[in-house]
Nanobody, 118 residues
């Protein structure tokens, strides 16, 4: 499984970014897929996870109503649309494969840095 995330960058508070992740060697019926982030000096935090069986998404309370997770299976790509970004959203964001959305990530690729600052 290879998961390649992109789309990070510097954005002002209140701004938006869209992250993309291309999944290679990924079995959509077997793995769930999602995003987690890690800020400097902080523990890993799950952001959003999409269940493999039906595409239902589970979002962290900290991002509900601001982040939207979607997928394009034909393009083997998932997206994380991030709106109303705040400085506390600053972190490296990782695209990851999950055995289930209840558990920890089992595979992940190189992250993409999101910096929210004025």
């Amino acid at each position: 499984v290879q998961l390649q995330a992109s789309g990070g960058g510097l954005v002002q508070p209140g701004g938006s970014l869209r992250l993309s992740c291309v999944a290679s060697g990924f079995t959509w019926d077997y793995y769930s897929i999602g995003w987690f982030r890690q800020a400097p000096g902080k523990e890993r935090e799950g952001v959003s996870c999409m269940r493999s069986s039906d595409g239902r998404t589970y979002d962290a309370d900290s991002v509900k109503g601001r982040f939207t997770f979607s997928r394009d299976i034909r393009r083997r790509t998932v997206y994380l649309q991030m709106n109303s970004l705040q400085p506390e959203d600053t972190a490296v964001y990782y695209c990851a494969a999950y055995g289930s959305c209840n558990g920890p990530p089992v595979e992940w690729g190189q992250g993409t840095l999101v910096t929210v600052s004025s």
